[in-house]
C-alpha cells in the first residue's frame, strides 16, 4: 500500500472514530426517553376555581458539563402551555412531555412558566349560597382572574434537584407534585374581590416522584359520631413519613424563620389531602401519589396557618403500610377516622 493510501486511510478511520464518539454522546450510547407529569396537593380553599400555570419548557441538566438541553413544550402556536392545577388534585396528573435524551447521568431538572400568563381565577357566591347554577338562576357564581405574582419563580424554585441516569433505549417517569397548599399565598387579605393583580403569590413547593412507584394512593372516610356534632368537610388527613411510633404529627410550615424558633418542632406533613362530601355525607378523603413504604395519618379539623409554627390538636392516628394493596392498616380496606377519636396534641 502507498504512502498517499495509508494516510487516506488513517484520516478515514480517525473520522470514523470521532464520529463513534459524538454519536455516543461522551461514550454512553444511544438514547432513552423521560416522562414528565404534574400532579397537585389539594389547596383548601373553596373560593380559589383555577390556577393556571403557563410552562414554556423544560431544562434539562447532564452531570457531565454538557450544555443544557432545553425542551419547548408549549403549544403548537408558540403560545405558552396553561395547565389548571385544580383539576390535578386526587391523583389525577397531566402528561408535560415525553423527551428523547442521550444516554447517560443527569442532575436537575427545571420548568420555565410564563408569568405574564400564570393567574388565579376566584370564585364568588352571591344570594344564593347553594353554588349551583340554573338556567332560571345563572348569576349566583362569579368568576375573577388576576395575576399571580410569581417573583420567585427563577431557575432556583422551579429546578428539582435529582440524579437519574437514561439508559439506552430505556425509559424513565417523574410525576412532580406543585403542593398548591404550601406554594399559594394571599399576601393582599385586605382586598375585595375581585383582588388586583399579584394579590396571590406563588412560592412553588415541588416534589419529584418515580412515575411507576408513586401510584400508590391512601383514601377511607371520615364520620362523626360527637353529639355536639361537627363539620368533616372542615377537617383534611396530614400524612407523615414513618411508623407512628417515630412521628410527632405537627402542623404544616412553610415559612423557615418562623418554623426554626418558638414551638418545639415535630414531624411536618409530606402531604395533605381534603376532607369532602355532601352536607349530609358520606365524607371521604384521597389522598395524593404516594412512594412505597410506612406512613402515619393524622385527622386536623381546625384553620392552619402555614406562616405560623402551631400548636395543634389533631383527631385520632393511623398507621400505613403503602407496601400493600390497597394500602391500609390491614391491607383490606379504606383507612377511616371518626370525629369522636381520641385527640392529640402537636408539639408545644
Known amino acids: 500500500m502507498s504512502r498517499q493510501c495509508s494516510v487516506i486511510w488513517n484520516c478515514i478511520f480517525a473520522a470514523a472514530i470521532m464520529l463513534s464518539v459524538t454519536a455516543c454522546g461522551g461514550g454512553s450510547g444511544g438514547t432513552g426517553t423521560l416522562s414528565l407529569s404534574l400532579t397537585d396537593a389539594p389547596v383548601q380553599n373553596e373560593d380559589i376555581a383555577e390556577v393556571i400555570v403557563c410552562f414554556t419548557d423544560v431544562i434539562i441538566h447532564p452531570s457531565n458539563g454538557d450544555s443544557n438541553i432545553v425542551e419547548d413544550v408549549r403549544n403548537e402556536d408558540g403560545s405558552c402551555r396553561a395547565i389548571n392545577l385544580k383539576e390535578l388534585t386526587n391523583g389525577n396528573s397531566v402528561l408535560l412531555g415525553e423527551f428523547d435524551l442521550p444516554a447517560g447521568d443527569y442532575s436537575w431538572i427545571r420548568l420555565d412558566i410564563d ?68 406554594s399559594l399565598t394571599l399576601q393582599l387579605p385586605q382586598s375585595d374581590i375581585p383582588r388586583p393583580d399579584l394579590a396571590y403569590k406563588l412560592r412553588p413547593t415541588l416534589r419529584i416522584l418515580d412515575t411507576e412507584l408513586a ?80 406512613y402515619t395519618l393524622a385527622l386536623f379539623c381546625v384553620p392552619d396557618d402555614l406562616d405560623v409554627d402551631e400548636a395543634l390538636v389533631y383527631i385520632g392516628v393511623q398507621e400505613v403500610d403503602a407496601t400493600l394493596d390497597p394500602p391500609s392498616p390491614s391491607g383490606t380496606g379504606p383507612v377511616d377516622f371518626d370525629l369522636a377519636d381520641a385527640l392529640g396534641p402537636t408539639p408545644q
Open 115 to 182: 408569568p405574564a400568563n400564570t393567574v388565579i381565577v376566584e370564585r364568588t357566591v352571591n344570594g344564593d349560597p347553594d353554588e349551583l347554577e340554573t338556567p332560571s338562576d345563572p348569576a349566583d357564581t362569579l368568576y375573577d382572574s388576576a395575576l399571580l405574582d410569581c417573583s420567585s419563580c427563577d431557575q432556583s424554585h422551579l429546578k428539582l434537584n435529582r440524579n437519574f441516569t437514561i439508559e439506552n433505549a430505556g425509559f424513565i417517569g417523574f410525576t412532580i407534585d406543585f403542593d398548591l397548599q404550601k
Open 215 to 294: 401510584s400508590t394512593f391512601i383514601w377511607g372516610s371520615v364520620t362523626d359520631d360527637l353529639s355536639t356534632g361537627g363539620d368533616p368537610r372542615d377537617c383534611k388527613v396530614y400524612t407523615y413519613t414513618g411508623a407512628v411510633a417515630a412521628v410527632t404529627p405537627d402542623d404544616e410550615c412553610i415559612e423557615i424563620d418562623e418554623c426554626s424558633v418558638g414551638l418545639a418542632p415535630g414531624d411536618r406533613p409530606i402531604v395533605t389531602a381534603d376532607v369532602e362530601g355532601p352536607e349530609v355525607g358520606p365524607f371521604a378523603y384521597r389522598t395524593g401519589s404516594h412512594l412505597p413504604g410506612i
